[in-house]
């Protein structure tokens, strides 16, 4: 059996990149980790990842861990083009900071 190696993940500061392979609860645990680690948390999204940075803020929301602070929606300038932009911004909920500090023992 192969073990997966597992990497701790310590955000340098409030920003999520997340990328269209990123699974749906997979963006959300990680989202906890900045939440727990910042207070508060941006996820930033790009083309096709942008339902998934919708998704994770809403399951966020409705399970009472975050506030949605703020959405932005523009255009980023690549190489190839141009791409649409997401930003949604989350604050903790005071409930969500004792749900999310028991969660994650770092």
């Known amino acids: ?12 500061d409030k920003t999520f990149q997340l990328s269209g392979s990123t699974k749906p609860r997979t963006a959300v645990f990680i989202s906890k980790i900045f939440l727990k680690k910042f ?18 803020a809403e399951t966020l929301s409705r399970q ?3 506030t949605i602070q703020k959405v932005e929606t523009l255009t980023q300038t690549l190489e190839k083009g141009k ?18 500090n028991e969660e994650i023992k770092q």
């Open 83 to 100: 791409k649409p932009k997401i930003i949604v911004s989350l604050r903790v909920t005071q409930d969500g900071k004792k749900r999310i």
């Open 64 to 66: 009472g861990l975050a």
């Open 1 to 12: 059996m192969d073990q997966q190696k597992k990497t701790l993940i310590d955000p340098k």
């Open 39 to 56: 207070d508060e948390v941006e996820i930033h999204a790009l083309g096709d990842a942008i339902s998934g940075a919708v998704r994770c």
